[in-house]
């Protein structure tokens, strides 16, 4: 048995698959998948843990024939699900996607899959945005899902654990035009919350080391009016990672551009983020923010030595089975750590209890260490989940650890 040795984008894990297929047509696709035992989809590898991983094999659908169509009438576009955020942005004219992650590099599929998010009050995450999918199911028949559809609901966020996405269809809306401020120093007691949803997209990122948040980024659509921030504008372009390059990130100080250059903090073309790293990301009710990031900064002394920078954001509520934000508007509090998954680890369990009376949803792609247990009980439609995947693939040809313990059937049976 060959194995692949191929890693994931931040290096801390190894996929255990067998090989990893790329075919070049849907009919190859549908061949493979059909003939196969045991097997996943693989977007670009940007998840932390083994969400993706897989003893059997992987597939990656970016061989796939590139199909970027916009239904001007309709204001959709369908686009084959292995593309990168950054390849559909710019063949959407006179169009736009509402929100977009911090980088545009991930793809389409596996950001949608775990309900990967940029920030906004009124924004969801980008799973939102989806209103069809189609996908090859075990038996390697395609089938189409659309929004309104029974099953829809549970289908957008699925770990990959229902099909092979080949292609979706996203809502547009119209192009728009961004300014991108950074404020440094707003003070923890000045209203966080207001500041956040003053403006299109807002993020905090603070280290936790004074009551203050380091940096405000403010994404104001330029139809907007101006939002007033209680810090200091900074002086230059900046980086929200302590030391990396602020050329890495969009543009900055108010200049005016296309929605797609400004909705990321990362240009396509630069590594994102700081590159070495860990991350983990913990979702709570927007109503309890504020007790949240209280909480979070009475344990700062455990989370400093491990930490790079941690950013906090906000989503809208939606109705999809599993997303973190399932009929809850929430703000996120994300850590980006150091590359040391031995230290990172205890820190993860600290924070996690300090937010346990929040019940909060940690992120489908980022590091946790939660008892499966835990995480479902804080997914009401966990339970049609489960259901939905049994009709769809009752051999459990896509399933791999972390869905198996996740959709664990509770002792005696009971529904959870
Ligand atoms: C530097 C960095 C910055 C990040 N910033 C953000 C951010 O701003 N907001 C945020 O919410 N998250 C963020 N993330 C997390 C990231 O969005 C998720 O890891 C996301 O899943 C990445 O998509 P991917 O294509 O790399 O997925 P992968 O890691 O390759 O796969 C993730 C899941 O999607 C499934 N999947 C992939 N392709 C398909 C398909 N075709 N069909 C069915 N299932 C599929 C896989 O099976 C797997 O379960 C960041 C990650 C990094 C490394």
């Not at 940007?46 to 993706?52: G, I, L």
């Not at 440094?184 to 500041?195: M, P, Q, R, S």
């Not at 504008?233 to 551009?257: F, I, K, S, W, Y």
Request: charged letters at 20%; one cysteine or more.
């Amino acid at each position: 048995m060959t194995v692949t040795h191929e890693n994931n984008w931040a290096g801390n894990l190894t996929y255990r698959a067998t090989a990893i297929h790329r075919p070049t047509s849907l009919g190859e696709l549908r061949t493979l998948v059909a003939s196969t035992d045991r097997i996943r989809a693989l977007g670009t590898r940007h998840s932390f843990h083994r969400v993706a991983d897989t003893t059997g094999a992987l597939v990656s659908v970016d061989g796939l024939p590139r199909q970027i169509d916009v239904d001007s009438a309709a204001s959709t576009v369908r686009v084959s699900a292995g593309l990168r955020y950054a390849e559909i942005a710019s063949h959407v004219d006179g169009f736009a996607l509402a929100n977009m992650a911090s980088l545009p590099h991930i793809s389409v599929a596996g950001a949608c899959a775990t309900a990967t998010h940029g920030s906004g009050v009124g924004n969801g995450s980008l799973a939102t945005a989806v209103s069809a999918l189609e996908m090859v199911t075990a038996t390697g028949e395609t089938v189409t899902l659309s929004r309104g559809d029974p099953d829809f609901d549970g289908a957008v966020v699925a770990l990959g654990a229902l099909g092979i996405v080949t292609a979706v269809t996203l809502d547009l809306v119209p192009a728009f035009e961004v300014r991108q401020y950074v404020y440094e120093g707003l003070a923890f007691d000045e209203d966080v919350l207001a500041v956040l949803a003053g403006a299109y997209s807002v993020s905090l990122f603070t280290d936790w080391t004074g009551p203050t948040i380091n940096q405000v980024w403010v994404k104001q659509r330029t139809t907007d009016p101006e939002l007033a921030v209680p810090a200091k504008p900074a002086d230059g372009p900046r980086h929200p990672v302590p030391g990396m390059p602020a050329e890495n990130c969009t543009q900055q100080l108010g200049v005016p551009g296309p929605w797609h250059e400004r909705m990321p903090h990362f240009r396509p073309e630069f590594t994102p983020s700081a590159g070495e790293e860990l991350q983990a990301e913990f979702m709570v009710a927007r109503v309890d923010a504020m007790a949240a990031l209280r909480a979070v900064y009475e344990i700062r002394e455990r989370i400093c030595p491990v930490l790079q920078i941690s950013e906090i954001r906000t989503i809208a509520a939606d109705s999809l089975w599993l997303s973190p934000f399932y009929q809850r508007d929430a703000v996120s509090i994300h850590f980006t750590l150091a590359a040391d998954p031995d230290a990172v680890r205890p820190v993860l369990s600290v924070i996690e209890r300090q937010l346990a009376p929040f019940a909060a949803r940690p992120h489908w792609a980022k590091l946790f260490t939660l008892a499966p247990e835990v995480v479902r009980s804080r997914y009401p439609r966990l339970a049609d989940f489960r259901d939905l995947t049994r009709r769809l693939d009752p051999e459990g040809k896509f399933r791999n650890d972390f869905v198996t313990e996740l959709l664990a059937e509770p002792a005696g049976g009971a529904r959870s």
